[in-house]
């Protein structure tokens, strides 16, 4: 079990951290749960979120930044077209 939740929570950091977030950022949106240095041993498999209600809170930030990486961008396509 404590397996699975390490390779989730190194799954979620790396990809956060590739979409360009820092670990300071995702530490931050995490409310300061964890710091910048737990962030990073997350993502090297170094250790894995001890309180259930940390790797929830992975799980929602990782969420919400992939529905915010879905939603296209044609704001400026529209105007270009409307003008």
Excluded: C, F
Excluded at 16 to 35: C, F, N
Excluded at 50 to 64: M, V, W, Y
């Amino acid at each position: 079990m404590r397996e699975d939740v390490a390779s989730e929570a190194q799954s979620i950091v790396r990809t956060l951290l590739d979409s360009g977030k820092t670990a300071e950022q995702i530490s931050k949106d995490l409310d300061g749960r964890v710091s910048p240095r737990t962030i990073y041993r997350w993502r090297n498999g170094e250790s894995s979120p001890q309180q259930p209600s940390d790797l929830e809170a992975l799980r929602r930030l990782h969420k919400r930044e992939a529905s915010n990486e879905t939603v296209p961008d044609d704001g400026d396509e529209q105007h270009q077209e409307g003008g």
